[in-house]
């Protein structure tokens, strides 16, 4: 079985600008987050999706960042515009279905995000 | 607000050492727990899961155990290798919201 892809694996941009990550879950899962995680830190949840739908995007900056999973696949993180503190890894992971809470969560090899 | 914290932050230890990392978690009330492994620069990688129903799980030489009550997990890994560096996180579910810890890094000195 294919694990969660992302793209692209490393980005550095200048703040202030855009910038865009692609993750395609493992195939049949229902749900597809979006973590956040800082240097030094755990993984931060900025959106959740179920199908293509939004269960929780509590913690995600509104002002700056936006995502959607069209279809209910793939789904797409987008930073505009990007600021210092954005620096971080860009985490996208899979599970079946949360309604089963017991879910596993399944991760993709992050994305690396240096804004300068 | 249900909070994780991970101690030690870090961890040095001589190969072939059995070793105890701890997990500690501030609400009861959780669905399950799941124990992570990160290598510097990668994603994370599911270890083990353990149900709020269970009380430990074990792959290969990975034993994790979940205490409730007292709002703790430990993962046990025994007979430990070089190639058991890396750093490791948990996670719990609660009320439908993933929380990780900040995770303890691992070093295992050949």
């Known amino acids: 079985e294919a694990g969660v892809a992302q793209s692209p694996r490393y980005k550095i941009i200048e703040k202030r600008q855009s910038v865009a990550f692609w993750c395609n879950p493992i195939?049949?899962?229902?749900?597809l987050y979006w973590y956040q995680q800082i240097l030094g830190q755990g993984p931060k949840l900025l959106i959740q999706?179920?199908?293509?739908?939004?269960?929780?995007d509590s913690q995600l900056p509104k002002d700056r960042f936006s995502a959607e999973r069209l279809k209910g696949v793939d789904s797409t993180l987008k930073i505009q515009p990007a600021k210092l503190e954005d620096s971080a890894m860009y985490l996208c992971a899979s599970s079946l279905d949360p309604g089963q809470v017991l879910s596993e969560q399944y991760f993709g090899p992050g994305t690396r995000l240096t804004v300068t | 607000k249900q909070e994780v914290t991970q101690i030690p932050a870090a961890l040095s230890v001589p190969e072939g050492e059995n070793l105890v990392l701890n997990c500690s978690f501030t609400d009861s009330a959780i669905y399950n727990l799941q124990w992570f492994r990160q290598d510097p620069g990668k994603g994370l990688t599911s270890l083990l899961l353990?149900?709020?129903?269970?009380r430990e799980q074990t792959s290969g030489r990975l034993n994790a155990s979940l205490d409730k009550s007292s709002g703790r997990s430990t993962l046990y890994i025994a007979a430990s290798q070089p190639g058991d560096s890396a750093t490791y996180l948990c996670a719990v579910t609660s009320y439908d919201k993933v929380i990780f810890g900040p995770g303890t890094s691992l070093s295992v000195i050949p």
């Open positions: 195939s049949g899962h229902a749900t």
């Open positions: 353990i149900q709020s129903s269970q």
């Open positions: 999706f179920q199908n293509n739908g939004v269960v929780d």
